[in-house]
C-alpha cells in the first residue's frame, strides 16, 4: 500500500491517510499472527489450496478499508465486492461514476489488477526461498490451467522469471501509452488494468474515452498478448522459435480470436461508418472479452445477437493457460476436444490403441479426468450461483450473465452490467454469491471448494 500513499502525497488527497492506517493494522496483525509458530509445517496439497485460497479472501478484506475508512465507497460490502474484483482482476465495479474517486483510491484499484494477475503467491515465490514441494502447492493452487509446468528446475527461479517477462511487458505498454498522448497516470492505471486483464479504468466511459485508433490499438494488442501462455514467451526468450510457433494452445486461441472478430465485424457494419471501424471495434470487444480484460470502446450490449452471442461464448472460452486471463483456458477445451475424437475413434475401431498428444508430448488420463471433473464442477457453481442471483427477480441477460461475467473474471456482462451498466442494483445477497464466484473463477474452483469443505477442516 505504499504506492497509493505515494499517489497521495503527489496529488494532496488527504484520503491517503487510510492506507497508512490500514498498512499499519496488517502489520500489527501479521506480527501478532506469526508469533505461533505451528508444530507441524510440512505443507502437503490440503495445506497449499487452503493458505491460497485464505490468503486471497484476507487480501481483499484488507485491501477493501480504505475505500470504507475513507467515506468513498461507504458500505463494506460493495468495496470488499470491489476490492476481490481488482485482485482477481474481474474489473466488475459497483460504482456508478469512477471520476468521483480520488486518484489515490483509482491508483489502488487499477495497482489491485497488476497484483493478483500474475498471482500475489507467485510473487511472494519470486522473494522468499520456499521447498520444492511447498512451491509447488502453492503454485499449483493459484496459476491458471489444467496443469503447472516449471521453466526451470528451481521454483523460485521460475515465479522470478514469470514476474520478469510479466513487469517488461507492462513497461513497453506504459511507455507506448504515454507516447501516444495519454497521460501518465491514466497510462499507469490503463497498463495495470491490461496487464492483469482487470479491466478497471479510471474513466467511467472506459476505453472509449481516448478516442484514439492508436492508444485503443496498443491496448488491443496487449490484451491479446497477455492472454497467451507465458511460458510461449520464456520460449521465445530461449530462442526456441519452432516450439513456440507448434504450440497447439496458442494457435487455437489466435484461430478462434481471429474468427471472432471476422463474424462480428461482419455483423456489425452498417452500425459503424465504415469497415474499418467495425473491424476496430470488433477486434477490440473480442481481444477484451476473450482475455476477460473487460474494457471497452463502445457499448456491445446494443449491437444484434449474433455479435452478443459470441461473446458470451467468448466468455466462457477464456485466454491460454499460464497467462494473466479467466475463463475456462483454451487448454481445457483442447484437450476436451482430442479426449471426444478418441472416444468416437474407439467407438468405430474398438481394438485401435490411440495415445492422446498435444505438441506431441502425451496427455495423461489423469489431467483428461482432471479436466471433466473441472467442467462438472464448473456447470454445478454456475446453476447454483444464477438460482441464488435470480432471487434478485432481474431480467434473464442480466442474470445469466453477471454470474458468467463474475465467474470467469470478465467484469461486463449484457443487460444491466453490460459495459454502460454496473453491479450497483444487486441485493447484499447477489452481491456475496458473486463475490465467491469471483474468488472461485480465479483460483480454478477447488481451493475455494476445498475451503469449504468441513472434511478439510478435521485433523483426522
Not at 497521495?8 to 493494522?25: D, H, K, R
Not at 480504505?66 to 474489473?91: C, H, K, N, R, W
Not at 491490461?194 to 472506459?206: E, N, P, R, W
Request: glycine share 8%; net charge positive.
Amino acid at each position: 500500500m505504499l504506492l497509493p500513499l505515494i499517489v497521495a502525497a503527489i496529488y494532496g488527497e488527504i484520503s491517503g491517510v487510510y492506507f497508512l492506517i490500514t498498512l499499519a493494522a496488517a502489520g500489527l496483525i501479521g506480527f501478532v499472527l506469526t508469533r505461533r509458530k505451528p508444530a507441524k509445517r510440512t505443507m502437503y496439497a490440503r495445506e497449499g489450496f487452503v493458505l491460497t485460497a485464505l490468503a486471497w479472501i484476507l487480501i481483499s478484506l484488507i485491501g477493501a478499508a480504505p475505500f470504507t475508512l475513507s467515506g468513498q465507497i461507504p458500505s463494506y460490502l460493495d468495496a470488499v465486492f470491489e476490492m476481490v474484483s481488482g485482485f482477481t482482476t474481474t474489473g466488475a465495479s459497483i460504482l456508478t461514476e469512477v471520476e468521483a474517486l480520488d486518484q489515490c483510491m483509482l491508483f489502488w484499484r487499477s495497482f489491485s489488477h497488476w497484483l493478483g494477475g500474475m498471482g500475489i503467491l507467485v510473487f511472494m515465490l519470486a522473494l522468499v526461498n520456499f521447498s520444492g514441494g511447498q512451491a509447488n502447492h502453492l503454485l499449483r493452487a493459484e496459476s491458471p490451467g489444467p496443469s503447472v509446468s516449471k521453466m526451470v528446475p528451481n521454483m523460485r527461479k521460475s515465479a522470478a522469471i514469470l514476474y520478469g517477462i510479466y513487469m517488461a511487458m507492462t513497461a513497453v505498454e506504459i511507455v507506448l501509452l504515454i507516447a501516444g498522448g495519454m497521460p501518465v497516470f491514466d497510462s499507469l492505471c490503463t497498463a495495470f488494468g491490461t496487464a492483469g486483464t482487470g479491466g478497471f479504468g479510471v474513466k467511467s466511459a472506459s476505453i472509449g474515452y481516448y478516442d484514439s485508433y492508436y492508444l485503443q490499438g496498443v491496448i488491443s494488442v496487449f490484451m491479446i498478448l497477455f492472454g497467451v501462455n507465458f511460458n510461449v514467451y520464456f520460449l521465445l526468450l530461449m530462442r526456441k522459435f519452432s516450439a513456440s510457433v507448434r504450440n497447439t494452445e496458442v494457435r487455437t486461441y489466435f484461430a478462434i480470436i481471429a474468427a471472432s472478430t471476422l463474424i462480428i465485424t461482419l455483423n456489425i457494419v452498417e452500425l459503424f461508418a465504415n469497415a474499418f471501424d467495425a473491424f476496430h471495434h470488433a477486434l477490440f470487444s473480442v481481444a477484451s472479452i476473450i482475455t476477460t480484460t473487460g474494457f471497452s470502446t463502445v457499448d456491445f450490449n446494443q449491437w444484434p445477437e449474433l455479435s452478443r452471442m459470441i461473446l458470451v461464448l467468448l466468455m466462457i472460452v477464456g485466454a491460454c493457460a499460464g497467462s494473466t486471463g479467466g475463463g475456462v483456458k483454451v487448454s481445457r477445451l483442447v484437450i476436451l476436444v482430442k479426449a471426444l475424437t478418441s472416444e468416437v475413434r474407439k467407438l468405430l475401431h474398438p481394438r485401435s490403441v490411440k495415445v492422446l498428444t498435444i505438441d506431441g508430448k502425451q496427455v495423461s488420463q489423469e489431467v483428461v479426468q482432471g479436466v471433466q471433473n473441472y467442467m462438472i464442477l464448473y456447470a454445478i457453481v454456475t446453476v447454483v450461483s444464477m438460482l441464488l442471483v435470480s432471487l434478485d427477480n432481474l431480467d434473464l441477460v442480466t442474470t445469466v450473465t453477471s454470474v458468467m461475467a463474475t465467474l470467469n473474471n470478465i467484469g461486463p456482462g449484457l443487460g444491466l452490467v453490460g459495459p454502460a451498466g454496473s453491479y450497483a442494483m444487486f441485493s447484499p445477497l447477489a452481491k456475496i454469491v458473486l463475490t465467491l464466484d469471483m474468488l472461485f473463477g480465479r483460483l480454478e474452483l477447488f481451493p475455494m471448494l476445498i475451503l469449504l469443505m468441513p472434511s478439510t477442516w478435521r485433523k483426522h
